[in-house]
């Protein structure tokens, strides 16, 4: 966990309002986890005066890779770097996905910019592990599939591939998925999520989920972005620091 | 050696440098000394600690708002036990004067938290939270009430001889009332000030954006309200000032000692660049050397005003 600053390589758009920013950090590039996130300040004026929690894209040698809608402010000064803009970086921060345990298929689920963690998993399990990719979004635009393999898409509209939730596509093929064993791995809105944990629950999948909540510091400090526990409901655990990776089991979603 | 004299006296607790980190921006410690060396700070205040361990409030806990941000944490804490069992051996390992914070619900928790933290050699002073806008008791009920926080200061005085510093709210309309009555029933200093109550609404969803509806305006937006209170109190009250709110650079801590504080605290700045606190202590010296000022306590209460 430090603070650096690292010049941006270059800005890609890779669809409508989805951003890709590459950025030359070996310091970071050789420490961080798949699912770990890094915390940017994107100014260093009073507003937006918090730092961006991000979860890292990608690793490519010693670039590491942004995926990023405009939102807000925050997000709308970050789509306006160029080559050589310094990015003041905090992290990294939390804890990645388990990906080295004992499963045959990786079963990648995601919703809108849920999908940012997972070109880097793909890259970490290609040659390990198979991999089938469940990609979803509100409409074809949302649906965002960048960096993956085997992919199958869902759009709550019908405009990108299955017409429903990217958990009911997922349902509709788990008979097949289970016959090796297989471990899901999620992220994306909390509404996703829920349904995620939900289905894993019944059909006794192991599953882990990066989580998101509104956070400042992102290393523990501002006790900012609590998670109710299943483990022990007297005290929250902290989406930053216990998580943002965490066993569904182990959390209220 | 240092060529200026950074030393700060607030009662009977000696800080090397008016540096402090505030409560509830540095947790216990741990995280921070990542990036700042606590030796070289002037002091660091524990997150809130009550009696008993505090789950705190549901989320959504933090929204930044334009120039600051909204907090509704509800005093999570370990609690006194544990963190004299967990988190003070952390701090030994350090020579940083250690300041609790405590919070209670009521005048006997303000007593009983104190008594049982002031036998612990590694705590050098109390931080009394009058002003805490998120919990439902105490807190702020505390800190609008003149009689209850000279009460509360009261109290604490006859249970610990270490400094108390009685943390004051800015949601009242004279905070020099406050400060005279800390004063008066043997308060070693105040801190000014605790956040602000504030609120921020979906436009969408009509619902507020933090769980708890208010929350407690941090940041720089807060900055020239600290200003004037701290100034208010520096002005009408003959008592130690430790001043905070919105502190984001050297620039800020001077401006801070010259409207009456003899330290100051750094807050939400830890957030974002936890690396500051260290930074900001050799620049205050830096700017002490190029103006010729061989005390920083010198500075404190000079300003000029035309009357």
């Not at chain 1, 937006?48 to 690793?59: K, M």
């Not at chain 1, 898409?153 to 289970?178: M, N, W």
Request: hydrophobic share 40%; charged share 20%; glycine share 8%.
């Amino acid at each position: 966990m430090f603070i650096i600053e690292s010049p941006v390589v270059e800005k890609i758009l890779v669809q409508d309002n989805v951003f890709l920013l590459k950025i030359h950090s070996p310091e970071i590039a050789s420490v961080i986890k798949p699912a770990q996130f890094l915390n940017i300040r994107v100014s260093s004026k009073s507003y937006p005066l918090l730092r961006r929690p991000f979860s890292v894209c990608d690793v490519e040698g010693e670039d590491i890779y942004l995926l990023f809608n405009i939102f807000g402010e925050g997000t709308r000064i970050l789509a306006g770097k160029s080559s050589g803009d310094l990015i003041d970086i905090l992290g990294p921060l939390g804890n990645g996905f388990i990906l080295n345990d004992d499963y045959e298929i990786a079963v990648i689920v995601a919703g809108g910019l849920g999908s940012a963690p997972f070109p880097f998993v793909t890259r970490e399990l290609n040659d390990k592990k198979e991999i089938m990719s469940f990609i979803g979004g509100r409409t074809s635009k949302d649906v965002i599939t960048y960096g993956m393999k085997n992919v199958f898409t869902a759009s709550d509209d019908g405009t990108a591939g299955f017409k429903g939730t990217v958990v009911d596509l997922l349902s509709s093929k788990i008979d097949e998925l289970k016959k090796k064993s297989i471990k899901v791995f999620g992220c994306g809105p909390t509404s996703m999520l829920k349904a995620l944990k939900e289905f894993c629950v019944k059909q006794n999948i192991v599953c882990e989920v990066s989580a998101e909540c509104a956070m400042a510091c992102g290393f523990g400090i501002c006790q900012g972005c609590p998670i109710e526990s299943t483990n022990n409901r007297e005290k929250y655990l902290l989406v930053c620091k216990d998580g943002p990776v965490f066993n569904v089991q182990d959390v209220v979603i | 050696m240092s060529k200026v004299d950074l030393s700060v006296k607030i009662g009977n607790l000696f800080l090397r440098n008016p540096i402090m980190l505030a409560s509830g921006t540095v947790g216990y410690g741990s995280e921070i000394s990542e990036f700042t060396d606590l030796n070289s700070i002037g002091g660091i205040i524990t997150k809130s600690l009550s009696l008993k361990p505090r789950k705190g409030n549901p989320p959504q806990r933090i929204v930044e708002t334009p120039a600051g941000m909204l907090n509704s944490i509800g005093l999570a804490n370990v609690g006194v036990e544990e963190f004299i069992k967990s988190k003070i051996p952390f701090l030994n390992k350090f020579d940083v004067p250690l300041i609790c914070n405590i919070a209670a619900s009521s005048v006997d928790e303000y007593v009983e938290c104190t008594k049982i933290l002031t036998s612990e050699e590694t705590i050098k002073a109390f931080e009394i939270n009058v002003s805490c806008p998120n919990v439902k008791e105490g807190g702020l009920q505390f800190g609008n009430d003149v009689k209850a926080v000279g009460k509360v200061t009261e109290k604490v005085r006859a249970a610990t001889s270490k400094p108390i510093i009685i943390k004051l709210s800015p949601n009242v309309s004279y905070i020099s009332e406050f400060a005279e009555v800390v004063k008066k029933e043997g308060g070693d200093a105040v801190s000014a000030i605790n956040t602000l109550v504030g609120t921020t609404f979906d436009i969408n969803t009509h619902k507020p954006k933090i769980f708890n509806i208010n929350g407690g305006l941090s940041g720089p937006a807060i900055k020239p309200i600290a200003l004037a209170k701290v100034l208010e109190i520096s002005r009408k009250v003959d008592i130690p000032v430790i001043g905070t709110g919105g502190i984001m650079n050297w620039e800020d801590v001077i401006e801070f000692i010259i409207v009456g504080s003899s330290a100051v605290q750094i807050g939400t700045l830890n957030f974002i660049d936890p690396a500051a606190p260290g930074k900001i202590v050799k620049e205050i010296e830096d700017y002490c050397l190029q103006n010729g000022i061989t005390k920083i306590s010198d500075l404190t209460a000079s300003y000029l005003i035309n009357e």
